[in-house]
Every structure is written in C-alpha cells, then in structure tokens.
C-alpha cells in the first residue's frame, strides 16, 4: 500500500505562484497514475490534474489550464504541481492521490483513486 506524503503548501498572494510536493513511499511509484484534487471548505473534493505513470500523458481541469503544470519524477518517487498566476478561488487543502487501475475512465473523479495524502493547505490572499 503506497502512502503518500504533500507538502509545499502556504499562505500567498493572488499572482503568485507555487510548487506542491507529494512523495510516495513505493518503490512501485512508477506504476501508479497521479492525480491532485482540491477541496474548499464546504465544497466537494475536485479534480485539480492528472499524470500517467510515465509522464507523457496529463490531464487538466478547465479552470487550471494553462496555470498549472503536473509533473512527476519516479527516480525519486515524487510527483508535482506547479501552480502560477494563483487566485484566491485556488484556496483549499491539495490532496495527491495514486491510481493504481489501468484505464483512464473517470479519471477525474476522487473514487478512481485508491490512495490520497493527508493533503496541503494553500491559502491565496486577495
């Protein structure tokens, strides 16, 4: 079972920009998908972006695109997210998540992954 550990949150300022960690303790790292989700409080839990395990392959929300890039390096069994030009509707707890299945169906719903941190905060101020 792969646990998974985020960090790199914090508090911020609208336009700026962050890098969010997650490290698996896997050494099967590579044969896991990868996805971010967020989660506002009072909201649900949304699908934020994806990766195939060898990293050719991403997905992204529609309110992200072209702000936030996900990344992945399986030597160190790490998998990214580059946040710029932040928005205080980006406010929420950042979950990583690891999909170990082989399709790609629903790959934006949090019940395709069988595995999610503990989560970060990332406040945006305005």
């Known amino acids: 079972q792969v646990q998974l550990v985020e960090s790199g949150g914090g508090l911020v300022q609208a336009g700026a920009s962050l890098r969010l960690s997650c490290a698996a303790s896997?050494?099967?790292?590579?044969?896991?998908?990868m996805g971010w989700f967020r989660q506002a409080p009072g909201k649900e839990r949304d699908f934020v972006a994806r990766?195939?395990?060898?990293?050719?392959?991403?997905y992204y929300a529609d309110s992200v695109k072209g702000r936030f890039t996900i990344s992945r390096d399986n030597a160190k069994n790490t998998v990214y997210l580059q946040m710029n030009s932040l928005t205080p509707e980006g406010t929420a707890v950042y979950y990583c998540?690891?999909?170990?299945?082989?399709?790609?169906?629903?790959?934006?719903?949090?019940?395709?992954?069988?595995?999610w941190g503990q989560g970060t905060q990332v406040t945006v101020s305005s």
């Open positions: 998540a690891a999909d170990e299945g082989v399709s790609v169906r629903n790959y934006d719903l949090p019940h395709k992954y069988e595995y």
């Open positions: 990766i195939d395990r060898s990293g050719d392959i991403t």
């Open positions: 896997e050494r099967t790292f590579s044969t896991y998908a």
